[in-house]
């Protein structure tokens, strides 16, 4: 599929010298840059969705799934003192 894009001519610029230095054609320089960058965001897409669904199974396990906003500040403030009561003892 073909497509028209308007960029800056600095940019432009940039972009025929990089594609010169990897010996490539303009065109086959620009399709590598949309490919990777796609290839990356899809990459970063997934890594964050695995890493969600680890932390609502860990939240399951835990059974804190359905916990209330306030139920977690609790535990927060738990959480604080004891690190507190260890770092400074009385």
């Known amino acids: 599929m073909q497509i ?3 960029i800056p001519d600095q940019i432009y610029y940039h972009l025929e010298q990089s594609a010169l230095q990897q010996q490539q054609s303009l065109d086959e320089f620009l399709n ?3 490919v990777e960058g796609m290839g990356s965001r899809v990459g970063t897409r997934c890594i964050w969705e695995w890493i969600a669904q680890q ?3 860990r939240l399951a396990n ?3 799934l359905t916990q209330t906003s ?3 500040l609790e535990d927060l403030q738990t ?3 004891n690190v507190a009561n260890e770092i400074y003892p009385e």
Request: negative net charge; charged residues 30%; hydrophobic residues 35%.
């Open 79 to 81: 959480i604080r003192e």
């Open 62 to 64: 835990e059974n804190k």
């Open 55 to 57: 932390y609502q199974q």
């Open 70 to 72: 306030t139920d977690i």
């Open 32 to 34: 590598l840059l949309v």
């Open 4 to 6: 028209t894009l308007t």
